[in-house]
């Protein structure tokens, strides 16, 4: 399941997804540049093609097999493979070159070949990809634009090669036919509000992203992409004219239009407060013709056609961190027909399911603000195709224009394909059966069309020369089924009419002229079962060997008892009989002795059937129930011996007897008494089991659990046991806070505060203060929120019904700082040093007491107030403690998004008691320090097949949570990245 790769937060995690990128992006250029050397290049290494030969091949066109999260890439060459155009320029130019020579033998098995699905392996290994590569999840969006890039480059390379050959130089036109379909030209403008001076760029385009976190549908998200957008104050533009920065409108205007038109929806975004991916699941809808002129730089322009007609899209489902990819694609040739191709799987596209690609209701309002769905949704459109309207010549593209070579090859594995489909349906209509005659037992293989009678002579013939001592004549020979059943009367019928499969053993059964075929007892010609019989003895054991025989299965249970009242010796009113049977992999009993009905309705289905007989008096009950009961119901559980923590011990017992027994028996091994234990959960939580009277079952204790055996008196019911920490506070982060041990105590759960207090305060050695101490529970390494001294133990005890408890003991200065207070907050303050991007020493640590309802503006009035500094403006953010020693991610955190009116409780903070705060008093400017996650680009894999020099004129504007902020560049096919420049020049030369 795959989902592209959103936006990363500004850590570790973004520089190994880059690394990963580079790798991705160094793979597929180092086999473009291979074009430029000489001679063919080296396709990589052919497997045997493999077929699917279950299904067969819809009449919407070839599926494509995923090798493991690669539906990214099959939905992307499933909407290029119906563009003729580009499928037209697969076929007639590049066969030089690996990776288009695998396009033109895959666009041919999809076009050409025989079969429901074909394979994508050899053309990713001739992207440089290995197996992992094949389980990575990707953005078809990214893909897109690397292999356009890709092919790009090995058609310029080959002008380059076309250029020492002036009638080869001719052939190839120098505008790459990616160029030609898929790039159109952006206006990027900025407009001074003070001189009306209109500064331009121009920038080339494959693609166009959409912001669709206020757009309802792709018209009013192109309306919103064009729209202008004021820069003012800190981000004012320079003014050439003004020599000064001025307030400054930017927009954007489409200058020319592809034929090919790719639209990408921003469904994956970045939480700054959360510092979660998610994705937008929201209905966004999008027109079958769409008309782009009032997006145009001068939309009064009629020259060109601006209507464009959907063709494809690509949708996405799933959530943020995992989904699938799938396609809706039109056949342009055959206009009108749609499919969904879903990997090896394309069917037609019904009329309902059109409008689930518009997305779900993925924008939850609350108090008017959007908030974004992040695990779960369904599919919807992620990118669209449009295809300019009256450009539908030629759509057509005929197996003619398949390279021969390439066609021989596909009609090749088409008549391996034949052959081998023949052969498995020959495989599939054959059945090995197993024939038993006396102490012969042989296997046979006959066509399941075969009747039965045929299947009799073909054994009686096969006998005559496998064994020269048979003689007996067709007619007293016979065949009985797997249950014994003679098929009288069936002759005619076939094998797969008689149910007969692979595996099924078949009786040979002869007779002597002058005699008839012998019966089942029971029903004449009825279906017979194989009953096993297991007597109980006196001892308690079952007679060695069991008992079999075979019973009609419309023989009624009265009947049957009577039978083996007779076979055991057994009185009929003195015998029971316990049916046992295997259910889904459980075995399952049932007395049967007092059952009327049928013995197939007793065990439906089952050739086989274990019945265990015992002698039962009037009254008493069933011996052979209450022990298959007590199999059924037992356990392991494994334990540890008191001063050790391996648990190697392990005990067998009764899942339905209470934890006081449990305990009583684990005493017994260890030989302690069982008030020199305690049996808990865990060595690590120590949470004990005082429940005594609970059974093991409701105490969720099954097979293969284990329990741990700690020394010490155990916790009785209605009595918490608290573990007690010396808290000393030092500041926060690596080595700054430390706790230490004082020891244990056992209170009621009714206790109030005040005995709480005392067993912390005389718990330390010397005692403590109780009126100096402050109490608050300890969260793994941290200390967390202030004991509520008005509420009883119990009610303190975090998520309720737990009989352990750890708190931290801190010593504070005054017995006004120990009191919980309803309307008080206790946060850490930490300083961050903005030169050196790193936290402060140890002295900069504070504690802070604010009141909840608190506004970041009183935060940051504490913060100046705690340390002292108030030369410069007060940054404040809540990081992760794990984040303290990751530069990067320090720098990364969204210094600056805390408005002062914000409440210090709601976001984008959140404060809660014990939560770490991390300040900066800097007269810097933000920009110049910090790197907010708002800046963050939002794509985290770069698609560039080299790095561009850093040029802000070069990044267009995008939105991250309604945040206008610098992008990654509209990237163009071609003639924008550095590495092509001199390949450029020198085809100019060539041709001058």
Known sequence: ???????????????????????????????????????????????????????????????????????????????????????????????????????????????????ASTETRALTLSFGWTE???????????LLRVLFEALDFIYTSAVIEAADSPGAAAALPTTSPITALFS??????????????????????SDISLVIDAASSVEEALAQFVAPETLQNENSVFCEACNRNTPTAKYFRLKTLPQILTIQLKRFQYDTVTWRRFKINKNVS??????????????????????????????????????????????????????????SQVTPLVEAEWESGFGDDGIAKADD????????????????????MGSWDECSVDDAVIPADVMAHVQGENEAFLKEKEAQQLRRDTLLLRLVYGDVNKQIAVHKQTTLAEATQLLHTMFHDFSPGFTCTLDCVRVRGPGGEAYTGRESCTLAELGLRSGTALTLETRLPCEEFPTVVGETNKFSVHVKVFVLQDNGEFADPPMEIDVAADLCMPALKQQLASLCKIAVALIGVVCVKMTDGCTESADVSAETRLLKEVAPGRDVVALYVETRFAGQPSRLTARFELEKNTIEIGFNLPDSQAVDQQIFFDQRKTIGELKQAVA?????????????????????????????????????????????????????????????????????????????????????????????????????????????????????????????????????????????????GS?????????????????????????????SCHECTLPRHASIAELKAAVASASGLNCGTVYVVKPLRYQLGDVPALRGLPWGVAADGDAVAGPPLRLRDGDLVLYAVTAAPLREWARPAACVPERGITIRTAPLPADPETTTPTQVNGVRTPNAVLCPPRGLFPRYHSVLTLIEDNLH
């Open 815 to 843: 017995p006004e700082e120990a009191r919980w207070r309803a309307d008080a907050l206790l946060v850490e303050l930490l300083r961050f040093d903005p030169s050196s991007g790193e936290v402060a020493d140890e002295q």
């Open 1 to 115: 399941m795959e989902a592209p790769p959103p936006p990363p937060p500004p850590t570790r995690v973004r520089q190994q997804r880059a690394a990963g990128a580079e790798d991705m992006k160094a793979q597929l250029a180092r086999k473009a540049s291979a074009a430029t050397g000489s001679g063919e290049q080296t396709a990589p290494p052919q497997r045997a093609a493999r077929f699917d030969l279950a299904r067969e091949r819809s009449p919407c066109g070839c599926g494509l097999e995923n090798q493991g999260a690669t539906c990214y890439m099959n939905s992307l060459l499933q909407t290029l493979f119906y563009i003729p155009e580009f499928r037209r320029f697969v076929y007639q130019w590049g066969s030089k070159h690996v990776i288009t020579k695998e396009l033109q033998k895959l666009f041919a098995r999809m076009q050409a070949g025989k079969w």
């Open 286 to 343: 999008y027109p079958l013709q769409l008309d782009m002129a009032p997006f145009l730089d001068d939309p009064s322009d009629m020259s060109v056609e601006t209507r464009y007609e959907l063709f494809s899209v690509l949708l996405h489902s799933g959530g943020a961190f995992g989904g699938h990819y799938q396609a809706f694609v039109k056949d342009v040739a055959a206009r009108n027909q749609w499919a969904r191709f879903n990997d």
């Open 132 to 142: 992992a590569d094949a389980f990575q999840q990707q953005d078809v969006q990214e």
């Open 668 to 812: 017994t091994c260890i030989r302690l008494s069982c008030d020199d234990f305690r049996l808990c959960q865990s060595l690590l939580s120590q949470r004990e089991f005082t429940a005594s009277g609970k059974t093991l079952k409701e105490a969720r204790i099954f097979n293969g659990c284990n329990v741990s055996v700690v020394r010490g008196a155990p916790t009785r019911e209605g009595r918490i046991r608290l573990f007690l920490h010396r808290y000393s506070y030092g500041g926060c982060g690596a080595g700054r806070t430390s706790f230490s041990f004082l020891g244990e105590a056992s209170l009621a759960d009714g206790a109030a505060a005040s005995e709480v207090r005392n067993a912390a305060a005389h718990a330390a050695d010397p005692p403590l203060p109780a009126d100096g101490i402050r109490l608050r529970f300890k969260h793994g390494g941290t200390a967390g929120g202030i004991y509520n001294e008005s509420l009883s133990l119990k009610e303190n005890v975090p998520g309720g019904g737990r009989d352990t408890v750890e708190l931290a003991v801190q010593l504070v």
């Open 369 to 388: 603000s959007p908030k974004p769905l992040t695990a779960k949704g369904g599919a919807s459109a992620y990118m669209l195709m449009y295809r300019r």
């Open 184 to 205: 159109g030209i952006l206006v990027d403008a900025k407009h001074c509000l003070v001189c009306n001076r209109v500064k331009t760029r121009i920038d080339p385009y």
